[in-house]
């Protein structure tokens, strides 16, 4: 009941009629019993836990951290026409204005898009060097200052192929930069801003420290977006990919997608533990949680290189290497799977002269123990060429000690192709012989040295471990063949003595290695 103040309904008793009556409205409409009212509890709040946070260590690294935007030379065959890029063979000039391709490209003056306001930039060709196509957006990744002077890290795989590099700073400042150094084998490279300023800058971790479990914050520019942080924990160490030689990375469990390329991965004090530099993704380019980052011990000792000389200097052995598996450690009696078997010296290579021979097991370098074949190209890489080393080896069943002067490793040395292609013919079947029980039919080779394989029964061991018609057979148990019959006897041999394996060398167009067949069957 409405009630009056000096002969009138007050504007506070007004309100709260009205909004009496609104209630009463909105429960008649939403069917609520007549006297039910509702609740004017506070706002719900929580007393969360104390957590730990990374925001300290995002604060103080992350302008340090970069995004870089790489331009090559692009020829095109008209300079007129957009690429086309999965649209039916139309070009972007055909896109509506509000897609974000158009707008991408509009923004970093893609083909036939001008500049931001939609205008061409007028541009000379005789601005182009060597003629080439214009400049043009073809990469974009992440980096990090590692000097207050603008030395930064990125991955090789960035800036390579590029003609012009922009840094861009996390308050969106813009820098041109300049390629100082890079290395494809280890996927790192160095560029150098020069600006009349400090930068912040960070410095790398001792990453012989990091532990599996370990927390990690990973800073970059995925997908163009901007600086952008996740975090995670160190998954594993030592991660061979099948990169390159020296692989050794460090797996995180970060978010890392494209673009995070180059960026650094820090610890919980803000020191660069790794270098992003790939992810494992089955789904076609994003994250599932495995990614991979070059330590910083090794970034540390390549980029120093290259800021010093421009290039990396390694150290060259000059032999050809494969793991020792179990089966072969097995065959040459050796107690546990460990060193580099060398598969065959190059000609006139240190190696060589030293008098390192097909068959060596390598052991040690300098007393460093050798772990595996990554271990010892890590190691021997890791000396200046013209250094001497002492390499330990395993040869005839016997621990044997040989001086080495390291040459310089070639730059992108690739192994030669062992062997000459020879005759597809296969030979006549009155020719071909058994080589015990072992499933492998040969001939002697035409250059009378090893045994041509012409017949493999696809259901044997050799099969399954990867021998195939059109290869050769060279040795066994390091010792030279001929002959089947040699080969026979030498398995018989090795079965005597008590091996449950015999070592075969193959050779093939793609190089020579070496095969632990079983020989007990039989």
Known sequence: MLTRKNGSLSPKTILKSSAVAGLAAVML??????????????????????VASFANVVDAVSPAVV????????????????????FGGRGFDSLPEDHPLKRFFREFGGPGMGGPDGKDRPRDRADRPHGKGPL????????????????LVTNNHVVADGAAYTVVLNDGTELDAKLVGKDSRTDLAVLKVDANRKFTYVQFADDSKVRVGDWVVAVGNPFGLGGTVTAGIVSARGRDIGAGPYDDFIQVDAAVNRGNSGGPTFNLEGEVVGINTAIFSPGGGGNVGIAFAIPANTAKDVVAS???????????????????????????????????????????????????????????????????????????????????????????GKAETLKVKLGELPVDKTAAASG????????????????????????PSSDGKGLDIVDVDPDSEAAARGLKSGEKI?????????????????VEAARKD?????????????????????????
């Not at 043009?136 to 030395?151: A, C, K, L, V």
């Not at 066994?476 to 026979?488: F, G, L, M, R, Y």
């Not at 449950?500 to 067949?517: M, N």
């Open 498 to 522: 008590g091996r449950g394996k015999a070592l075969f060398q193959i050779e093939s167009d793609q190089g020579s290695r070496f095969v632990a067949l079983p020989i007990n069957q039989g």
């Open 474 to 490: 060279s040795a066994i148990n390091n010792q030279p063949v001929k002959s089947a019959e040699e080969a026979a006897k030498l």
């Open 306 to 396: 290259l800021i010093k000389n421009g290039k990396i200097e390694r150290g060259w052995l000059g032999v050809q290497i494969q793991p020792v598996t179990k089966d072969i450690a097995e065959s040459l009696g050796l107690a546990e799977a460990s060193g580099a078997l060398v598969v065959s010296p190059t000609e006139n290579s240190p190696g060589e002269k030293a008098g390192m021979k097909q068959g060596d097991i390598v052991t040690a370098v300098n007393g460093d123990t050798v772990k595996d074949a990554r271990d010892l190209a890590r190691k021997i890489a890791s000396y200046s060429p013209g250094t001497e080393v002492e390499v330990a080896i395993w040869r005839g």
């Open 136 to 151: 043009r957006p073809t990469s974009q990744g992440s980096g990090f200052f590692i000097s207050e002077d603008g030395y």
């Open 67 to 86: 995004s870089v935007r790489v331009q090559s030379n692009v020829q095109t065959a008209s300079d007129d026409s957009g690429p086309s890029f999965g």
């Open 420 to 443: 000459d292609e020879g005759s597809s013919e296969q030979a006549p079947a009155a020719a071909q012989q058994e080589i015990g029980k072992l499933g492998v039919s040969v001939v």
């Open 29 to 50: 409409m939403s069917g609520l019993p007549a006297g039910v009212t509702l609740s004017q509890a506070a706002p719900v709040k929580v007393n969360a836990p104390q």
